[in-house]
Antibody, heavy 127, light 106 residues
């Protein structure tokens, strides 16, 4: 069965960096991508960006572009999200979700996307 | 960027009530819309994809409709277990965007 398993909770100081991992199993990693979504305490869901498991192409949300890097290691079927220059408002639960392998989505393909999510990783930014 | 405006932001309803949640897109997104349910401390769960296709295993009291810019999630007969926050997500183009959420209390 499809599983996405994320790394554990992190506590970081303002200005530091954090790298969250998302290890995939149960499907062909290169046939899909990974989107990262975060949720600040008591707030809604915010899409952060996407990476293709096929070719490593990325697309980031404007509000964090320049501070975020998403990568994959196809040998270990793991996606990573690194966020730099952390601020207190980066405190959130970070989720990975299986998405498409291409930035252009075919409607029929959406049946496979955002159905499987990681368990979430709490990142706390505090001095 | 496509903005998703979700309404209402919160509501209270009785068991057995019909509940309707709306998402409006700032531009046409065809049927590229999904609905999620999230309970406190839990991972979002997809209920509907492609605007109206019910996710396998989701109770049939949930339904989705709409196309273009206006979409609705309907719970035909609200149950106590449906207390949660509901989100829409447009998948038409990047950046993907979520609606602001609707908190439903029974």
């Amino acid at each position: 069965q499809v599983q996405l398993v994320q790394s554990g909770a992190e506590v970081k100081k303002p200005g530091a960096s954090v790298k969250v991992s998302c290890k995939a199993s149960g499907y062909s990693f290169s046939s899909y991508g990974i989107s990262w979504v975060r949720q600040a305490p008591g707030q809604g869901l915010e899409w952060m960006g996407w990476i293709s498991g096929y070719n490593g192409n990325t697309n980031y949300a404007q509000q964090i572009q320049g501070r975020v890097t998403m990568t994959t290691d196809t040998s270990t079927r793991t996606a990573y999200m690194e966020l730099r220059s952390l601020r207190s408002d980066d405190t959130a639960v970070y989720y990975c979700a299986r998405d498409g392998a291409d930035i252009v989505v075919v409607l029929e393909g959406t049946s496979e996307y955002f159905h499987h999510w990681g368990q979430g990783t709490l990142v706390t930014v505090s001095s | 960027d496509i903005q998703m405006t979700q309404s209402p932001s919160a509501m209270s309803a009785s068991v057995g009530d019909r509940v309707t949640i709306t998402c409006r897109a700032s531009q046409g997104i065809s049927n590229y819309l999904a609905w999620f349910q999230q309970k406190p401390g839990e991972v979002p769960k997809r209920l509907i994809y492609a605007a109206s296709t019910l996710q396998s295993g989701v109770p049939s009291r949930f339904s989705g409709s709409g196309s273009g810019t206006e979409f609705t999630l309907t719970i035909s007969s609200l149950q106590p277990d449906d207390s949660a926050t509901y989100y829409c997500l447009q998948q038409f183009s990047h950046p993907l965007t979520f609606g602001g959420g609707t908190k439903v209390e029974t």
